[in-house]
């Protein structure tokens, strides 16, 4: 892997790296079997998370929000009725919220429509891993692309094939591996158009963003703005195209923003007012005052922790380092530099800790860093190379056995609720579980009922208006679950009166 000679500037996005073999095509067909492969293992790998290390559990009220989204769209609704009159306080879940005489979730539209898929089949479980699949398959044609370079290409596929902070995630339902998804087909459409310019490249481009919007609105806007900058660099002399340029995604990109759309008139009954905003909460979760006024401050402390980054932020600026001192900062490193710096100003007044997904704000930043670091790699000799990917596979082995330990021993918790559910062999029943019952988490974060309330109804525990609630509830027998952590799952005992 010795250095190859500075290339020319591309009439269109910068300078490219002389192919290792031939240049790739557009097509599919141009992936190799080998990354298919990869790309498979990566949906495995996710699989086994999801059903060895979480049990196949849903410990998160966002992926709770997102299957119940997901079950009222196969339904033909979006809403949902409202808790028995008066009893709000026992049903009370995180980001759900009524409105008009509705039960909805905050949360937007797009990811819960794919999901919706998967509930339908009764495998929701397995649309994350395909579509982690995909993304394999997206960076790698990125990176062909970008470089004419299949060596790239490779190196990025198998640097983020095993990656735990793509597969944890895509071990889960929440939203981002599908924002990735949208996001990176966008940037895709984008990189072909600017190597070979078709209307219908631009078309994809705005339908991918604004679907991305549709899905997580900052996330969207924060990986667009460097793709709309790099287009009117490179097309800025000619002032006519780049509008009609530009026009074209952003009329495209309004198509791709009919769910969004769609959904805040369902809830709000305005298009423009987001559920957020029902309850007096700007569309990107913070304003731009507040940002000034109180964020910055403790952005710079956020952005230097591990926690931020999914390998260590001063590796990315050494290989920035490396590639300017060696004269091969390319067009493409430079958008994804700023791609990497556009999403961390975004996210980083919210910091990004290691959960159950990896630094989740941050997630789309994963991708050009992954980029940046198979361009660093590919520069070295082969003995340096096969060194660095050794390295990164090792940090990866690290966090699957750290995060994956601690993931398990979290869900394992979590799971005590339904453990003692099940084995109280139950069809029809209240359960009144108290507030605060595991490791300083509601258990309102955990209730999951129904509309129709049927089945077992978990309720928390409130001895002022457990009456009313069992009044209306007449006939169903109702029982208390008492938990302390690291006891056992506990048992389910018949209600009493009376203080729990």
């Known amino acids: 892997m010795s250095s190859p000679a500075k290339a020319p500037d591309s009439p269109a996005m910068g300078a490219e790296t002389p192919a290792h073999g031939k240049e790739p095509g557009f097509l599919w067909k141009s992936v190799p079997a080998h990354v298919w492969l990869v790309a498979l293992g990566t949906a495995l790998l996710a699989l086994v998370v999801h059903?060895?290390?979480?049990?196949?559990f849903i410990d998160n009220m966002d992926e709770e929000n997102y299957l119940w989204l997901s079950r009222r769209i196969l339904e033909g609704r979006m809403t949902a009725e409202v808790p028995p009159l008066g009893l709000w306080d026992h049903f009370e879940v995180h980001w759900r919220g009524m409105h008009d005489g509705h039960l909805y979730t905050h949360f937007f539209l797009m990811w819960p429509l794919l999901l919706a898929g998967g509930t339908a089949l009764q495998v929701p479980w397995l649309v994350n891993p395909l579509l982690a699949a995909l993304i394999v398959i997206l960076c790698y044609l990125i990176a062909c692309n970008l470089y004419k370079d299949r060596l790239v290409a490779n190196t990025m596929a198998l640097l983020l094939a095993p990656c735990p902070f793509l597969v944890f995630q895509a071990g889960t339902m929440l939203s981002h591996v599908s924002i990735a998804m949208w996001c990176l087909a966008a940037a895709l459409a984008l990189t072909l158009y600017m190597k070979r310019p078709r209307l219908h490249y631009l078309?994809?481009?705005?339908?991918?963003?604004?679907?991305?919007?549709?899905t997580r609105p900052l996330d969207?806007?924060?990986?667009?703005?460097?793709?709309?900058?790099?287009?009117?660099?490179?097309?800025?002399?000619?002032?006519?195209?780049?509008?009609?340029?530009?026009?074209?995604?952003?009329?495209?990109?309004?198509a791709g923003m009919i769910p969004f759309l769609i959904y805040n008139h369902a809830v709000t009954g305005n298009a423009l007012v987001t559920p957020y905003q029902?309850?007096?909460?700007?569309?990107?979760?913070?304003?731009?005052?507040?940002?000034i006024g109180h964020s910055w401050p403790k952005t710079v402390s956020h952005l230097s922790g591990w926690g931020q980054w999914f390998i260590p932020w001063w590796i990315v600026v050494l290989c920035a380092l490396v590639l300017v001192l060696r004269s091969r900062l390319l067009a493409g490193d430079r958008v994804a530099l700023a791609v990497i710096l556009s999403i961390v100003a975004a996210y980083a007044p919210y910091g990004a800790m290691f959960d159950i997904a990896g630094p989740r704000y941050h997630f789309l930043v994963l991708f050009p860093v992954l980029l940046i670091l198979a361009?660093?790699?590919?520069?070295?000799?082969?003995?340096?190379?096969?060194?660095?990917?050794?390295?990164?596979?090792?940090?990866?082995?690290?966090?699957?056995?750290?995060?994956?330990?601690?993931?398990?021993?979290?869900?394992?918790e979590k799971r005590s609720l339904e453990v003692a559910t099940e084995a109280a062999n139950l069809?029809?029943?209240?359960?009144?579980?108290?507030?605060?019952?595991?490791?300083?988490?509601?258990?309102?974060?955990?209730?999951?009922?129904?509309?129709?309330?049927?089945?077992?109804?978990?309720?928390?525990?409130?001895?002022?208006?457990?009456?009313?609630?069992?009044?209306?509830?007449?006939?169903?027998?109702?029982?208390?679950?008492?938990?302390?952590?690291?006891?056992?799952p506990g048992l389910l005992v018949p209600y009493e009166a009376g203080p729990n």
């Not at 059903?51 to 196949?56: E, H, L, N, T």
């Not at 793709?227 to 006519?240: C, D, E, G, I, T």
């Not at 129904?450 to 069992?470: C, H, K, R, V, W």
């Open 375 to 412: 361009r660093t790699i590919t520069m070295q000799g082969w003995r340096l190379a096969v060194a660095g990917i050794a390295l990164v596979y090792l940090s990866f082995l690290w966090i699957y056995y750290d995060e994956g330990r601690k993931m398990h021993w979290a869900v394992d």
């Open 278 to 291: 029902l309850h007096g909460s700007p569309l990107f979760s913070t304003s731009l005052a507040d940002f």
């Open 51 to 56: 059903f060895v290390i979480r049990y196949g």
């Open 203 to 214: 078309i994809v481009t705005g339908v991918a963003l604004g679907l991305a919007f549709s």
């Open 427 to 488: 069809e029809r029943a209240i359960v009144l579980v108290p507030d605060g019952w595991h490791f300083r988490m509601h258990a309102r974060s955990m209730l999951k009922n129904e509309p129709d309330f049927s089945g077992i109804i978990y309720a928390l525990d409130i001895p002022e208006t457990n009456p009313q609630l069992l009044a209306h509830f007449e006939g169903v027998p109702a029982y208390r679950w008492s938990y302390s952590p690291g006891e056992p």
């Open 220 to 254: 969207a806007v924060a990986f667009a703005f460097p793709l709309m900058v790099a287009v009117m660099a490179s097309q800025y002399r000619q002032p006519k195209v780049l509008l009609r340029n530009l026009a074209v995604i952003g009329i495209a990109g309004l």
